[in-house]
């Protein structure tokens, strides 16, 4: 299966995406993961995405792509893959879709992750997080025993500078102009399944299932 998830920031697709590759031993695909991956390994587009990183600028389109390109090209991912963070506009969908036909494959299902922006902002402005041993909690739904520290190293714990709700509101709008137009791009194609991302991340993880029609 080849599969795409869609999703506005804290909806939570960074978790169901590797509950679904463990348990449809599909690859995982992050542009973020790649990213590091590509820089480390010293691949082509590695090497110019790490002159953008190194200078702390946005890696552009054509470099992105060409990463992808370089993945989705390997025989790792041959039986097929899932797909987070990418594409994140229609000129990025576009460039996907020649790099698939290229290799005589399409899409199967493109999930789209659906909940409210003021759920959304509650989830990612409470998410507090670790950076000694990297647990995460959050100060509503999963607080730690002690406020503000550990529950397992005892280490102070942190709010993301770009989870304050600020810059989750421009995070939000970003999204909306960019990454939302690709909902109704693969809506025409009847691949898309809109999924309630609202709940327990085991309740979602259920409704994904259902969409794809497989049993769990």
């Known amino acids: ?32 993961d790649l990213l590091r991956e590509a820089v480390a390994q010293g691949t082509a587009a590695g090497s110019q995405a790490k002159s953008y990183m190194e200078a ?11 990463m992808f390109e370089e993945k989705l090209a390997d025989k790792s ?18 460039s996907l879709d020649q790099s698939l036909q290229n290799l005589k494959a399409v899409l199967d299902s493109v999930l789209n992750l659906q909940i409210d922006d003021a759920f959304l902002t509650e989830r990612i402005t409470g998410r507090r997080s ?10 509503k739904f999963a607080p730690p025993k002690t406020p503000d520290v550990c529950d397992v190293c005892g280490s102070p714990l942190t709010q993301r500078s770009d989870d304050k709700e600020e810059l989750v509101k421009k995070r939000l709008e970003t999204y909306r102009e960019q990454t939302e137009p690709l909902i ?20 979602v993880f259920s409704r994904i299932m259902k969409a794809l029609n497989v049993s769990q």
């Open 1 to 32: 299966m080849r599969i795409l998830f869609l999703g506005p920031p804290g909806s939570g697709k960074g978790t169901q995406c590797k509950k679904l590759a463990d348990k449809l031993k599909l690859t995982h695909l992050s542009s973020g």
């Open 56 to 66: 702390g600028k946005l890696v552009p389109d054509p470099v992105l792509i060409a």
């Open 77 to 94: 991912v041959a039986d097929g893959f899932i797909l987070d963070g990418f594409p994140r506009n229609i000129s990025q969908a576009q």
């Open 130 to 139: 670790c950076k000694k041993c990297g647990a995460v909690y959050h100060v």
């Open 184 to 203: 109704e791009y693969y809506d025409t194609r009847h691949i898309l399944k809109t999924i309630d991302a609202a709940g327990d991340p085991s309740e």
